[in-house]
């Protein structure tokens, strides 16, 4: 499979705290974006970074690239309640979308 | 409003009952995708659509037929369901390939 997985599985934090988990995959992209879902809920978008870039933010969200070691990281900061959700990567190798594993992610207020 | 929607959203059925789940957008987009959610498995695509008339097999597409005759449909067909054909599926499309998926609310199915 070319399924990308992500780290932590699992993740619990302090409200207030930045949570970051980390996405690895196996083949080469063309871009690589990150999805949040909500228990048992359609994903819903949250960043789109492309291969030649490196860094990319969108409000608290941070997100970085490195296509050498084919891994990248979502960076939440001053975590809140209501981000305590499942997120996941998905990569694009072809006209696929091959999405991870998830971080189940848990912000405790 | 901008959306994607499936139907049903919860269906129990038996063993080799034919079906078909439906999807359909309204935001003319060209590519469209079927998901199934397995627990420990994330997401694993099962067809895609990168326009009308042109569908292609995603990672898991054995027991799966899908069709794109109109570009705002995309209907999910199991001929002969199984019970590992159990799961939660999702329909999601995108202007284009590469680009911002928008996800449909789900499908829970129950094949007994």
């Known amino acids: 499979s070319q399924q990308g997985e992500e780290d932590p599985q699992a993740l619990s934090i302090q409200e207030g705290e930045n949570a970051t988990m980390n996405c690895s995959y196996k083949t080469s992209i063309n871009n690589l974006q990150w999805y949040r879902q909500n228990s048992g809920r359609g994903l819903v978008h949250l960043i789109l970074i492309r291969s030649n870039e490196r860094e990319k933010h969108s409000g608290r969200l941070r997100v970085t690239l490195d296509t050498s070691k084919k891994s990248s990281s979502l960076l939440i900061t001053a975590s809140r309640a209501a981000d305590t959700a499942s997120y996941f990567c998905?990569?694009?190798?072809?006209?696929?979308?091959?999405f991870g594993t998830g971080t189940s992610l848990t912000v405790i207020p | 409003e901008a959306q994607v929607t499936q139907n049903p959203r919860y269906l129990i059925t038996v063993t080799g009952k034919k079906l078909t789940v439906t999807c359909s957008q309204n935001m003319n987009h060209e590519y469209m995708s079927w998901y199934r959610q397995d627990p420990g498995l994330g997401l694993r695509q099962i067809y895609y659509s990168m326009n009308v008339e042109v569908t292609d097999k995603g990672d898991v597409p054995e027991g799966y037929k899908v069709s794109r005759k109109e570009k705002r449909n995309f209907p999910l067909i199991l001929e002969s369901p199984s019970p590992n054909q159990t799961s939660l599926y999702f329909c999601a499309s995108s202007l284009s390939w590469g680009r911002e998926q928008f996800f449909g609310p789900g499908t829970r199915l129950t094949v007994l």
């Open positions: 998905a990569t694009d190798p072809g006209n696929q979308f091959y």
